[in-house]
Structure formats: C-alpha cells, structure tokens
C-alpha cells in the first residue's frame, strides 16, 4: 500500500512540475538571465510551502507513517561541500539548461538533455559515495 501511495505522489510531484513548466530550459534561462519571475515564483512557493509544512508538523506534533514522532535535526554547516556542490549543481544546471527535479520528465518526454542528466546524476551519486567522510568506515 506504501508503494501505491508513493507511486501517486511522484505521479502528482511529476505533474505539477509539468504544469508549472519547472522542466522547461526557456524558463530555467529566463531564470538565470532575470528576465521573468516564473522560475523563482515556483521555488519561492516550494520553499514556502516547506516553511509550513515545517511548521504544522511542529505545532500538531505529527508522526510519520511509521508512528514514529518527525523530528528535524540540525545540520552542521559544511562550508566547503556546500560550495562545492552548490557550483557543480549550478555549472550542470546552467550548461544543460534543466533541473534534476524533473529529470524522469524529461526523459519520458524524450528530451535528450535528460539521458545526459540521468548519467550525471549517477555518476555525481557515485562520486558522492567515494569522496564522503560519512560512507567511510
């Protein structure tokens, strides 16, 4: 049944992102060179809507589907790591002109760009696996 309900909510992410066109590479240049809002008003809401949910989770004290209590940790600011990746992320983004939000989109759409992505985002996985102090033991 989890799986089911998973299955749906990607199914809806995925629409949703189609509907505000957040895969679309003329919104995502519009976006880097400041010549429309639409891109930061998609991300401006998606942080919003984090902040909320955030919220409500706190104040109602919800649990997760497991019963367990939601906690959120802090983390620990990685100055180096956070740079790092923040421009790997961003070079990608702005060469290949998509997000990796909507990558399964872009390739069921049989865009191209979104094959390059697909092995990007494995090869960065894979990278991530090597070079982690954490995966180390």
């Known amino acids: 049944m989890k799986f089911i309900i998973t299955l749906i909510l990607g199914f809806a992410f995925g629409c949703l992102l189609i509907a505000t066109q957040a895969f679309s590479w003329f919104r995502i240049q519009q976006m880097f060179h400041f010549e ?3 891109m930061y008003g998609v991300l401006f809401t998606a942080i919003g809507t984090a902040a909320l949910s955030l919220i409500i989770i706190k104040k109602f004290k919800l649990k997760s589907i ?3 209590p939601i906690e959120v940790q802090p983390k620990k600011l990685n100055w180096k790591g956070n740079i790092i990746g923040g421009l790997l992320f961003g ?6 002109g998509a997000c990796s939000a909507p990558l399964y989109i872009l390739m069921g759409m049989h865009v191209k760009i979104g094959i390059a992505l697909f ?3 494995i090869i960065g996985a894979y990278l991530f696996g090597i070079f982690d102090k954490r995966t180390i033991k």
């Open 119 to 121: 092995l990007g985002s």
């Open 36 to 38: 429309s809002f639409h």
């Open 66 to 68: 497991h019963g367990n």
């Open 91 to 96: 070079i990608g983004w702005g060469l290949t």
